[in-house]
């Protein structure tokens, strides 16, 4: 699950988005732009911006339903919650959560421990 708040800065009304699950069509999306990323990074002169800016455009996208715009994202939302979203983004693309990764970590620490 994706689920992030923005607090307007000019009225201070905080606005709430959630999304469940990733269709595997935005996650093709998704796939799309890291290819793009990956391309542009391998340029003799990356073109960092546009790597942002296709990155915000991904972000609107997944919550244009509720509301969210490029506007909203540059001028209300911090960098901490614009991090914290792209990486729970990246683990519902990787049909993971935080709560998966952390009980296969442990699987696999207890296995480890039982083959010594």
Not at 26 to 44: G, R, T
Request: proline content about 1%; glycine content about 4%; overall charge negative.
């Amino acid at each position: 699950m994706i689920k992030f708040e923005i607090k307007d800065k000019q009225t201070g009304k905080t606005a709430s988005y959630k999304k469940e699950d990733v269709t595997l069509g935005e996650a093709e999306k998704f796939y799309d732009y890291l290819e793009m990323a990956e391309k542009e990074k391998v340029k003799e002169n990356p073109d960092a911006r546009k790597v942002r800016k296709k990155e915000r455009q991904l972000l609107e996208e997944l919550f244009s339903e509720q509301g969210l715009t490029e506007e909203d994202i540059l001028n209300n939302m911090s960098t901490k919650t614009y991090s914290r979203v792209f990486e729970s983004l990246f683990l519902e693309v990787q049909g993971e959560d935080e709560e998966t990764s952390e009980d296969v970590s442990e699987e696999m620490g207890k296995t480890e421990e039982q083959s010594q």
